[in-house]
């Protein structure tokens, strides 16, 4: 069974910064896949924030979040992290993690309806 873990989450200070964490499980290889993070803010619709193409290392960065946020994979683990600094108010949002196979960084996190698979991880930027 397949299966995307996000961890990581929390409440942090503008200007801090936080380390977020997809495990995925249950698959043989993710070799010709992109993986992303999607982030849900309160009355705003999901949007791709960050993602990269396993095959590649090409990766996609929301304009926002460009020079603020790291996209990674661990290794050839399956363990993926977003390394999110100078955090801001508007990146206050819950955070899921999303694998897509023969799709480019890009086009992974351009997509519309994008359905989470697991519960995400909150992260909350408040004073």
């Known amino acids: 069974q397949v299966q995307l873990t996000e961890s990581g989450g929390g409440l942090v200070q503008p200007g801090g910064s936080l380390r977020l964490s997809c495990e995925a499980s249950?698959?043989?290889?993710?070799?010709?896949?992109?993986f992303g993070w999607f982030r849900q803010a309160p009355e705003k619709e999901r949007e791709g924030v960050s993602c990269?193409?396993?095959?590649?290392?090409?990766?996609y960065y929301e304009d926002s979040v460009t020079g603020r946020f790291t996209i990674s994979r661990d290794g050839a683990e399956n363990t993926f992290s977003l390394e999110m600094t100078s955090l801001k108010f508007e990146d206050t949002g819950i955070y899921f993690c999303?694998?897509?196979?023969?799709?480019?960084?890009?086009?992974?996190?351009?997509?519309?309806?994008?359905?989470?698979w697991g519960q995400g991880t909150r992260v909350t930027v408040s004073s």
């Open positions: 990269m193409s396993i095959n590649d290392g090409g990766t």
């Open positions: 249950g698959f043989s290889t993710l070799d010709h896949y992109a």
């Open positions: 999303v694998v897509k196979p023969l799709i480019t960084a890009q086009a992974l996190c351009t997509k519309k309806n994008v359905v989470p």
